[in-house]
């Protein structure tokens, strides 16, 4: 069996409709499916903040990084592949930022399918031995317009297969992320809440040069305007 081998979610299972299944069923490879995150428009939350079902997110067509990362995730569990989200932690102002875990089904190494609007913090070839790698690769482009370096943590993947569809849980609210119409708010709560590894020491931190002038002009492209 390959590494990241994984029973599909199933039709049934899902609460999905036929057409909002066949659309995911055919991002059928972490290449197809950060394809499609990047042809939605992004969120920008204008009429309050959102955390959207993949349902919902398919319906407005725009997403922001965690909505973008439980599309991702649907579609990665539809494939045969672990459904894993990402949190990676900053420091305030910033913001932390969702990503979705795959492996390749060969090496077993790991990549990133990521929903930005911005020209950093984007999709991850499975090249990273470990997910700790995986981090790593981002936290140089992770920076205020400032020049403050702010990633700190990440968490343990968070496995949404532990919620199924069609069960009440605690986590996550007790409802379907795949499908509800409900902010999932609940559920960011749950993985904010959930156990981060540091990076970083406050002696490192104390050290960090800023991003050069650069830097952050380019770290100012955006997609969507």
């Keep these: 069996m390959s590494k990241d081998q994984f029973k ?12 909002e299944w066949r659309e995911l069923k055919k991002l059928s490879n972490p290449k197809k499916i950060q394809d499609f995150l990047n042809s939605l428009k992004f969120n920008f939350e204008k009429k309050g903040e959102t955390h959207k ?4 997110t398919l319906r ?11 599309l991702a995730a649907a579609a990665l569990w539809i494939a045969g592949r672990r459904p894993l989200i990402l949190d990676l932690k900053t420091v305030r102002p910033d913001f932390d930022h969702i990503v979705a875990l ?4 060969e090496t077993g190494t790991w990549g990133a399918i990521s929903k930005t609007n911005h020209a950093v913090l984007r999709y991850r070839e499975p090249i990273y031995r470990d997910i700790q790698e995986l981090v790593m690769s981002y936290f140089h482009e992770y920076f205020l317009f400032s020049g403050k370096k702010t990633l700190r943590s990440f968490s343990e993947p968070f496995d949404l297969s532990k919620i199924m569809p069609n069960h ?9 992320w795949l499908t ?35 830097e952050i ?6 997609e969507y305007k």
């Design 8 to 19: 599909p979610l199933s039709f049934e299972q899902s609460s999905l409709s036929k057409e």
């Design 53 to 56: 079902s993949v349902r919902e």
């Design 60 to 70: 407005t067509r725009t997403a922001h990084c965690f909505e973008g990362g439980l």
């Design 102 to 105: 795959f492996q390749d089904l």
């Design 168 to 176: 009440t849980q605690k986590n996550g609210g007790g409802v379907n």
């Design 180 to 214: 509800t119409e409900e902010n999932l708010a609940p559920l960011v709560h749950v993985i904010d809440l959930s156990l981060h590894t540091r990076i970083v020491t406050p002696k490192q931190v104390k050290k960090f040069r800023l991003a050069d002038k650069i």
């Design 217 to 222: 002009q380019a770290g100012k492209l955006t």
